[in-house]
């Protein structure tokens, strides 16, 4: 049964109704400054679950849980010395953590899919941060939008996706990081399990050594790690410094000009970062019913390795129906 999706503003008469939302157990879209996510009380086993209806998101996918602060993190997961340094150095922040969860956190186990690890972050936002002090508790905050498709940077891009699946969208404008957070897990040592919003080599600096990458699993530890995620319809190719025929062109940097769409005519990852999900829906659109999208190649440094992370996984092979 559809229910109606209101667009609540960003002020304190906004972010009271959503609080109130979220404590009946009720799904509210909120900003971060990666993408919106979709809000739902991490304590709650029905509103949990109704992240995983409203998404069609498969079971064993771990969700991330959004609090206000560091404080309100070292609750809910053990942090040790490692943990600390990062959290510090980059909390508030698109940095994501997977540290050992407490017995005691409260955490539905849906949220950790029954492992003993949670994904935990502070978002910098500040209608995020406005949004976890009025609620008073941890959100689980996958991307606002249907499994496996383009994430959210809009709020348009939400409701095209999940009106009349969810209770509000909270008004945040667009975000500006635009690839989600950067997951780091840390139950075993420090290991990248997903480029994201924060430069993999910022975090080696932080920590004075490498940062291994880890593999993409069959059963994820973290969210992000399915081979083939963020997925418009049309297919994607991706290294093409031109199109084939009948293929939209999604470009990048000076060589791209003549693109339909260029993800930063003047080569800034920053730009492209912010600009990926959006303009992937714009070609998926401009692409049509079994078409297909070209995409130039993008240096693989800096925030090139997130976005090339989200376009090898929008072109992998997709799973049967």
Partial sequence: MEEETRLLPPDREGLAEAARLLAEGRLVAFPTETVYGLGG??????????????????????LIVHLPSLEAARKIAVFDATAERLASAFWPGPLTLVLPVRPEAGLSPLVTAGLDTVAVRVPAHPVARALLEAFGGPLAGPSANPSGKVSPTRPAHVLSGLSGRIAAVVD???????????IVGLAEGPVLLRPGGIPAEAIEACLGGPLPTGGHAEKPSAPGQLASHYAPSARVRLGADTPKQGEVWLGFGHDALE??????????????????????????ALAGEGGAIAVSPIPEKGLGRAINDRLRRAAAPRPAA
């Fill in 259 to 284: 693109a339909d769409l260029n993800l930063s005519p003047t080569g800034d990852l920053v730009e492209a970062a912010a600009n990926l999900f959006h303009y992937l829906r714009e070609a998926d």
């Fill in 172 to 182: 945040g404008g667009d975000c500006a990081v635009g690839v989600e957070s950067t």
């Fill in 41 to 62: 009380d991490a304590r709650n086993d029905r509103a949990v679950a109704a992240i995983f209806d409203a998404k069609g998101r498969p079971r064993f996918n771990p």
